[in-house]
């Protein structure tokens, strides 16, 4: 994996948690609205959507460098519009980096000692 594909997918991956944070608060928010007078939908809506778009702006990049086939991406964004589906993208993305890691660095191991 180069440099440009692990940074799209790093960059991916920090944003997958907190767009996944912003929807729990904007349903929690949704539910106050109608059930007291409490209303931060405006301002929690306009922070997930802007979450929201940077996901999608970075799932198109990481699609792109990582060379998904169509099923991985489309998961990708259907984790992106689950209510936690944020933190399952964050998971496989960290153990997709850290398994590229130990695949560089097996192959750097067998090509110093060869």
Same mark, same amino acid.
């Given at each position: 994996?180069? @440099?440009?594909?692990a940074?799209?997918? =790093?960059?991916?991956?920090l944003?997958?948690?907190p !767009?996944?944070?912003? $929807?729990?608060?904007?349903?929690?928010?949704?539910?106050l609205?109608?059930?007291? !007078? $409490?209303?931060?939908?405006?301002a929690?809506?306009?922070i =997930?959507?802007l979450?929201?778009?940077? &996901?999608? @702006? $970075?799932w198109?990049? +990481?699609?792109?460098?990582?060379?998904?086939?169509?099923?991985?991406g489309?998961? &990708?964004?259907?984790?992106?519009?689950?209510?936690?589906?944020?933190f399952? +993208?964050?998971?496989?993305?960290?153990?997709?980096?850290?398994?590229a890691?130990?695949?560089s660095?097996?192959r750097n191991a067998?090509?110093v000692?060869?």
């Amino acid at each position: 994996m180069d @440099i440009k594909t692990a940074s799209a997918l =790093h960059r991916l991956r920090l944003v997958s948690a907190p !767009e996944a944070v912003s $929807f729990l608060l904007l349903l929690v928010c949704s539910v106050l609205k109608r059930t007291t !007078e $409490f209303n931060a939908v405006p301002a929690m809506g306009m922070i =997930h959507g802007l979450l929201f778009i940077l &996901y999608v @702006i $970075f799932w198109l990049l +990481a699609w792109n460098r990582a060379k998904w086939s169509f099923g991985t991406g489309v998961l &990708y964004f259907v984790l992106s519009v689950l209510p936690t589906g944020g933190f399952f +993208a964050d998971r496989k993305l960290r153990r997709a980096a850290s398994d590229a890691v130990i695949a560089s660095r097996a192959r750097n191991a067998g090509t110093v000692n060869a």
